[in-house]
């Protein structure tokens, strides 16, 4: 990849997108000129087939019987990003409406504020082709020469380079079709001298990038879309990377990003599989917590499953004057004076000592002794916990879990601290913790209904990721929600049926 092949995807895309539109809007403006008609009211009176030209395989709330025509193209020919320039979503809809339809632009007027300048060159020559009466003979096929050039340009849009030899071709083809519509129109001289002015004019690196990523979105095969939409957030970087003239590494970066987005998953993949977890666990037990790889959405082949389990049986505090008493909850103490940094041991008080020794015979099979009294022993307690699985399942401990024989689950039992303990305090405003998540611990416990739960947690994996749309969606779900269990006598004893969520910080 040479800076003079990028110049080259440069211009040749600018031949197409800059003057090949200007010639264009020529035909465009010719036809609604004969035919005495603006084009505010040539969007509208085509609205319908213009419509389907994008939505292609659903019928809409004006399609005869509830039938698509025949006319109707098999493949997309538009994007919604087309209608978007061409129809206004806020205007009044076209009488007959369906009112219950999901689409919000199947009877949407033209915006009063367009123009042709506002159209990019698919649009033009889609209007042009399907909907002039101007556009035949020698006409159209130079419109379909223009397309077919354009066209050619998507097999080097993925790397972004034209060869030398491949260049000097195109530039001739192009700038003839350009200059046999303009002549049309005694345009000629003008349009000459503009194309003259591109061939030597400077690259300019950001409308390079804005070509690219026009070729990439058009792409004409609809399957790969999302994917697309995925590769061209990472078009920024790139574009840096251009500009710095380190094309090579541009292009491993690319592949790289590519390589990841095959093997991972793309970034809506990753985010649904989250989504996908944590309403599992919401569903489970209060106690269970699902981790590591396959919870942070990346499904890698060859990784087991990685749960955490909260002990409901026993409970850390950081200092003896935070113990809370409950008989049915041994509590341990955290130790921090003789160990490694994030490491801590976990002794019992000397009064729930005494309680527990006559109490529970178990407490000394997962305990030793040293100056402090009974610690937890890290081993004893695993292996404690594994004489619970039975031998059938041949477990075996995994560094801090115990893992099936399989190898395919690990599973990390843990204790719960109610407060945030001094090491962690630091944390307790940092972005690394949602505010809406941060509650206060003086007003004890809270209860949540499993259900706008979930829609919560949704509504704020969405917030915090900047999706504006999925965010309204989430929020919308929880308020209907939210008036179904209180406002609904009917629907309550049912709701209630889900286990209610104990949430304490």
């Not at 008609?37 to 019987?65: A, M, S």
């Not at 004409?220 to 970087?237: D, L, V």
Request: charged share 25%.
């Amino acid at each position: 990849m040479t800076q003079k092949q990028l110049e080259n995807f440069y211009r040749t895309s600018r031949l197409i997108f800059e003057h090949g539109k200007d010639v264009l809007v020529l035909l465009l403006d010719d036809d609604l000129s004969k035919r005495n008609i603006t084009l505010i009211d040539f969007i509208n009176l085509n609205q319908h087939e213009i419509y389907h030209l994008c939505y292609h395989e659903d019928p809409c709330c004006r399609c005869t019987r509830g039938k698509l025509s025949r006319n109707i193209p098999s493949q997309r020919v538009l994007f919604p990003c087309h209608l978007d320039i061409l129809f206004d979503k806020t205007s009044k809809q076209i009488s007959g409406h369906n009112l219950n339809s999901k689409s919000k632009l199947c009877c949407s007027s033209a915006k009063q504020s367009l123009t042709a300048a506002c159209l990019d060159f698919t649009l033009l020559t889609c209007l042009l082709m399907n909907f002039t009466s101007t556009c035949t003979g020698a006409f159209r096929k130079n419109v379909k020469d223009l397309l077919k050039y354009k066209n050619n340009l998507h097999g080097h849009s993925q790397e972004g380079i034209i060869s030398d030899a491949d260049y000097s071709i195109y530039k001739i083809q192009i700038e003839s079709v350009i200059l046999s519509i303009a002549k049309q129109y005694n345009k000629e001289r003008m349009i000459r001298q503009k194309l003259k002015e591109t061939a030597v004019r400077a690259m300019d690196d950001t409308v390079y990038i804005e070509y690219r990523n026009t070729l990439l979105h058009e792409t004409p095969c609809e399957k790969g879309m999302k994917k697309r939409k995925a590769y061209q957030t990472s078009q920024n970087h790139i574009g840096k990377l251009i500009m710095a003239g380190r094309c090579e590494e541009a292009s491993d970066s690319l592949t790289f990003y590519n390589y990841l987005c095959e093997k991972i998953g793309s970034e809506e993949v990753v985010k649904i599989r989250r989504v996908t977890f944590l309403i599992y666990d919401i569903g489970q037990s209060d106690n269970f917590i699902s981790s590591g790889s396959k919870a942070e959405g990346l499904n890698l082949i060859g990784s087991d499953t990685d749960v955490m389990i909260v002990d409901s049986e026993m409970k850390a505090y950081e200092s003896e004057t935070d113990v809370i008493i409950d008989f049915k909850v041994t509590p341990f103490i955290m130790n921090t004076d003789d160990t490694q940094p994030c490491f801590t041991q976990l002794y019992a008080p000397i009064d729930i000592q005494n309680y527990t020794l006559e109490a529970s015979e178990s407490f000394l099979n997962m305990s030793q002794q040293n100056h402090l009294g009974y610690l937890l022993s890290n081993e004893k307690y695993k292996l404690f916990k594994m004489s619970n699985f039975g031998a059938e399942n041949n477990s075996k401990i995994h560094g801090p879990c115990i893992s099936d024989g399989d190898n395919e689950y690990d599973c990390a039992y843990c204790l719960k601290c109610d407060t945030w303990i001094s090491q962690a305090k630091p944390w307790h405003n940092s972005s690394i913790v949602p505010k809406e998540l941060q509650q206060d611990v003086q007003n004890g416990d809270t209860i949540f209904h499993p259900l706008p739960y979930s829609h919560f947690l949704n509504f704020l994996c969405h917030y915090h990721r900047h999706d504006i749309t999925s965010s309204r969606q989430s929020l919308k779900q929880l308020i209907q929600v939210e008036w179904i269990i209180s406002d609904s006598h009917n629907f309550f004893p049912v709701l209630m049926a889900y286990i209610p969520l104990l949430c304490a910080e």
